[in-house]
T-cell receptor, first 113, second 113 residues
Framework: DAGVTQSPTHLIKTRGQQVTLRCSPKSGHDTVSWYQQALGQGPQFIFQYYEEEERQRGNFPDRFSGHQFPNYSSELNVNALLLGDSALYLC????????????FGAGTRLSVL | GENVEQHPSTLSVQEGDSAVIKCTYS??????FPWYKQELGKRPQLIIDIRSNVGEKKDQRIAVTLNKTAKHFSLHITETQPEDSAVYFCAASMDSGYSTLTFGKGTMLLVSP
């Protein structure tokens, strides 16, 4: 039983570029949440996807957008990258949007130079 | 929105000692409180959780207590072992139909042999 998988594991971009991160949820899970974890901080909620729609959103600008596919996998897109976007991006999956228990992937480490 | 404070930021103990990490939350509507362990370079893993209708929960060497009136909850690890060394995060979530987690900033626990 595969857990939550994320790709790529590491990514280096320059300011102003755009990036796409990918997530496959744990088998049987249909809800995907994305979190940003800056160095030395706890994860911060970006948004949650269920039934291919954004259901909840945290305090992040519109430069952050996402998508969920019919197979429940998800993408996180960040446009016009800033230095401050450098962080570990974590994907978590759950069984339904109301499920409190979330399983995390190992994350994508994004460095913006 | 919800705000979760976590203390201490670092904690050093000798093997065999107990460790206690404390968190406070601001929103009385929060009703689910998980604890995650994150080893260096790895995914956050759920180690124990508690819901607001319970005051204490134990699982072998770890336990969590919740005081709803004071809006604080704590993680207790007994008989610590070097493999307990990691960053521990507390989180809070409210039953709003869409479960999202608000995390504390984390506690780095170092258990010395």
């Amino acid at each position: 039983d595969a857990g939550v998988t994320q790709s790529p594991t590491h990514l280096i971009k320059t300011r102003g570029q755009q990036v796409t991160l990918r997530c496959s949820p744990k088998s049987g899970h249909d809800t995907v949440s994305w979190y940003q974890q800056a160095l030395g901080q706890g994860p911060q909620f970006i948004f949650q996807y269920y039934e291919e729609e954004e259901r909840q959103r945290g305090n992040f600008p519109d430069r952050f957008s996402g998508h969920q596919f019919p197979n429940y996998s998800s993408e996180l897109n960040v446009n016009a990258l800033l230095l401050g976007d450098s962080a570990l991006y974590l994907c978590a999956s759950s069984l339904g949007p109301e499920s409190e228990i979330q399983y995390f992937g190992a994350g994508t480490r994004l460095s913006v130079l | 929105g919800e705000n979760v404070e976590q203390h201490p930021s670092t904690l050093s103990v000798q093997e065999g000692d107990s460790a206690v990490i404390k968190c406070t939350y601001s929103d009385s509507a929060s009703n689910y409180f998980p604890w995650y362990k994150q080893e260096l370079g790895k995914r956050p893993q759920l180690i124990i959780d508690i819901r607001s209708n319970v005051g204490e929960k134990k699982d072998q060497r770890i336990a969590v207590t919740l005081n709803k009136t004071a809006k604080h909850f704590s993680l207790h690890i007994t008989e610590t072992q070097p493999e307990d060394s990691a960053v521990y995060f507390c989180a809070a979530s409210m039953d709003s139909g869409y479960s999202t987690l608000t995390f504390g900033k984390g506690t780095m626990l170092l258990v010395s042999p």
